[in-house]
């Protein structure tokens, strides 16, 4: 399993934000967490690439957003927002041993919109992913489900994520667990939303840490927690999955 990651650019404080903190990113502070990231994926028997930063784009490493990948296919996304549509040229450089294929304006897509989970793929159609950015996605890939975003809702992993093949975190009061068909939940508490972006591989799981509820329904459902800080992400609307594509 590998793990493609961007280092976080000197301009990370300008990165996009629903609701800008009151204090600012700390950018050393952000460059440690990522670096906590890394080697936890590591140790995890991922195989860990760093791409170099991109100073120009304040949210390059969010590189989740940029590609989705299935087996050795790699769809190369038009992310929804402008500031951002430069980022996926270098991800897609990076992931040149994979079939690539280029997503067509007017689609847009945002990774953080898709959730795989085994041979499955659903999709938030969101203020980032449009209905022409959804049918690229259902052209490139099978067994695609649509699911409608509350507003307010940045991306689809905002409130859920794939725990294995046929489990998901699933933060209460967001999106009908029927949205999902027969999947199981591990439900995480609506005070603790931000904290259903986890990070699993295999049973391990990273999950920001400060959320106990949900790293305890995680340890009581067989998983092994492990928890990481994600404050200067947090700030710029980002969480564990947005780090990385993993394929
Ligand atoms: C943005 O608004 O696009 C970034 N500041 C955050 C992107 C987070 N990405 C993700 O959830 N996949």
Avoid: W
């Avoid at 999709?123 to 209905?131: E, I, L, P, W």
């Avoid at 509350?150 to 046929?166: E, F, M, S």
């Avoid at 340890?219 to 990385?244: I, V």
């Amino acid at each position: 399993m590998r793990a493609l990651t961007r280092e976080v650019p000197d301009s990370f404080a300008k990165a996009l934000c629903a609701t800008p903190a009151d204090v600012p990113i700390d950018v050393v502070t952000a460059r440690a967490q990522h670096a906590v990231y890394r080697q936890l994926i590591a140790s995890l028997g991922v195989d860990v690439k760093v791409l170099p930063a991109e100073h120009a784009l304040p949210d390059s490493c969010f590189v989740e957003d940029t590609a989705v990948v299935v087996d050795k296919v790699a769809l190369i996304t038009r992310p929804g927002a402008s500031s951002r549509q430069a980022e996926p040229q270098g991800v897609a450089d990076a992931l040149s041993k994979l079939e690539r294929i280029y997503m067509q304006e007017p689609a847009t897509l945002d990774g953080g919109d898709v959730m795989r989970l085994g041979k499955r793929l659903y999709v938030g159609k969101s203020a980032r992913t449009n209905a022409a950015g959804i049918a690229e996605l259902q052209r490139v890939f099978n067994n695609v489900t649509v699911i409608d975003m509350p507003r307010g809702i940045l991306h689809l992993k905002c409130v859920c994520a794939p725990l294995g093949d046929d489990r998901i975190t699933l933060a209460d009061d967001t999106i009908p667990v029927r949205d999902f068909g027969s999947v199981d939940i591990v439900r995480v508490p609506a005070e603790e939303a931000y904290a259903a972006n986890v990070l699993a591989i295999g049973s391990s799981v990273l999950v920001p840490s400060g959320f106990p509820r949900t790293r305890d329904a995680l340890a009581a459902a067989g998983y092994s927690p492990l928890e990481l800080h994600t404050s200067e992400f947090r700030k710029a609307d980002g969480a564990l999955t947005c780090l990385s594509i993993i394929y």
